[in-house]
């Protein structure tokens, strides 16, 4: 945040924010990065592991009291956490953990936790895609590195459905730049519409006898020009 019109967003943010808890100042900028990306499709999170992504995320939401439902996908293990976190940091916000491809979406709750292996059963996603959830959050988006999954498949429809989308994970994306491919086109569709020519230029792309393999990486300082912009670490 070195520009003028991003401290302005920090000290805005700052006056308007009133957590439970106080936020570091770190995490206040996370929150002002998600503020200033506010009328694009989205953001990634990608501090690292243990700094508080999923508070980040939730002190941004709590400036927005009326943009709401908010859809929240995570791994089946987590989703307690996020209700936990949930509780703490939006107090008195409905919140719905569904938990089997069998459950009803609750039409008047305000955050629906899902985890990745539910959203894309047929009866789950047609009431998602329904319910018209305003932000998404993918937690630890690199489970949608596998562009024909049908879970990715699912992601990229509720993504195009709401208004903003925050994508987190704490792996870096330097390493391992596909597996971020699908995030990255979903908030940045223009910069990045082809996934061979993602894989060819930015992950060390080359024909291995059999079909291309994009496991590498390459060309860092250029896709780290092209991140500014679309994420903070």
Known sequence: LENKDSLKILEDVRERLHTPLPLYSYQEIAVSFLEARIGTKGALIGDQPGLGKTIETLAWIS??????PILVVTQASIKRNWYREIEKWLPNTSIQLLSNGKDKLD????????????IWRAGIEKQLLERGFQIVIFDEVTYLKE???????????????AEFT????????????IEFY????????????????????YCNGYH?????????ASRAG???QLLQPLMIR
């Open 63 to 68: 400036l927005h009291p009326h943009v709401r």
């Open 222 to 224: 250029e896709l780290r």
């Open 208 to 216: 291995n006898g059999f079909g291309y393999t994009f496991k590498g």
């Open 107 to 118: 039409k008047d709750v305000e955050v629906v936790i899902i985890n990745y292996d539910l």
């Open 182 to 201: 699908t995030f990255l086109s979903m908030i940045s569709p223009k910069q990045f519409p082809s996934h061979f020519k993602f894989g060819m230029r």
């Open 166 to 177: 925050v994508g987190l994970s704490g792996t870096p994306i330097l390493n391992r730049p």
């Open 147 to 161: 562009k024909s999954a049908k879970r990715t498949k699912s992601a990229r429809k509720l993504s195009r459905a």
